[in-house]
């Protein structure tokens, strides 16, 4: 691989870590908790999807934030 296909992986991973922490934030995430729910939604993924084909458009987003939020409500506000 490529040191500029390399670069670019990595940023693309940067700005999706923070796409994450954005939409946790819009789905009513405390701020000081943004950290602590990434981890419970990247855990939780697996709980909701275990039968699943590891595929994942926005519904599945939707679904996997629901999920934090009914099971780790003491993050959000």
């Given at each position: ?19 994450l922490e ?11 908790n943004l ?41 959000f506000e």
């Open positions: 691989m490529s040191k500029e296909l390399e670069n670019e992986i990595e940023d693309l991973t940067i700005h999706l870590a923070d796409m954005a939409t946790l934030h819009f789905a009513g995430v405390k701020e000081g950290e602590e729910a990434v981890k419970a939604y990247i855990d939780g993924l697996d709980d909701v999807f275990e039968d699943d084909d590891g595929e994942m458009g926005y519904k599945e987003i939707i679904e996997a934030v629901e999920h934090l939020k009914s099971n780790k409500s003491e993050l």
